[in-house]
Each structure stands twice: as C-alpha cells, then as structure tokens.
C-alpha cells in the first residue's frame, strides 16, 4: 500500500499540493521535516538522538538552506547528533566539527577529523 502525502504550500495561500511535484529543494524540506518529526514522536522508552542527513543541500536556495542550517543547530543545541554528508562550501563551512574524506592517489582515500585513527601503518591524527 503506498502512502499518499500532501504538503500544505503556505507561499500558494495554503494549498494542497502532492508531494509527486515538489522541486529537489522543496523534497529535501519535506524529508527533513518528516524525519524530524518521527523523532519527536518516539516514545519515553526509545530515543533518538542521532539523524544523518544524505545530501540533498545542493537542491535548496539560499534561503532554505539557511533554514535547514538554523533547525540543525538547534537540533544540536537540544543535545541531537546530527551527522551531515555534503559538497556544498556553505554547509562545510558552517559546521565546526568535521570528518573529511580526501581523495588521493591511485583510487585511494583519507579519512582526517577528530578522533580518526589510521590502521595499517597509516599515521594517526587527533
């Protein structure tokens, strides 16, 4: 059985719109929203304190990312882990803590950041 969604468009004075027409940015709003607000409605027993997030800010306007940005640190601020994973400079620059994956030679890759550990030889970095 599918769900059927709608999504009330305040900047269309309230309509009901289906979720099958929203832009990339309007989809990645909903998705978030959704998922935050599942969050909110586990019960006293479960607990969520941790959401990663998939991409899907390269789709959003100045202004929704802005948002997205302003609801991710209160989320955090509310003691919610919040695990970002993007290529957009704006986000990347307005996140202090970070685990970088780096490209390097021969189809390899790097991971640096707090906490990361090398295994194998590899050097370590705090």
């Given amino acids: 059985m599918a769900l059927d ?13 289906t979720v099958k027409n ?11 929203a959704l998922a935050l607000g599942l969050a909110s409605l586990t019960s006293r027993r479960i607990r969520i304190d941790s959401l990663f997030l998939d991409e899907g800010f390269g789709s959003l ?16 601020r509310d003691g919610k882990l919040i695990g970002v994973i993007s290529h957009v400079e704006a986000l990347k620059d307005s996140i202090p803590t970070k685990i970088e994956i ?20 590899e050097h370590a970095e705090g």
């Avoid at 929203?22 to 978030?32: C, H």
């Avoid at 306007?61 to 609801?71: F, G, I, M, S």
């Fill in 5 to 17: 969604l709608e999504v009330l468009d305040d900047w269309q004075g309230g309509e009901a719109r």
């Fill in 61 to 76: 306007d100045e202004e929704a990312l802005n948002t997205a940005l302003q609801t991710l640190a209160e989320l955090r």
């Fill in 102 to 121: 780096r490209r390097e030679r021969a189809g390899r890759s790097t991971i640096h950041g707090p906490g990361v550990k090398f295994i194998a030889g």
């Fill in 22 to 32: 929203l832009s990339g940015g309007e989809t990645f709003i909903v998705s978030l």
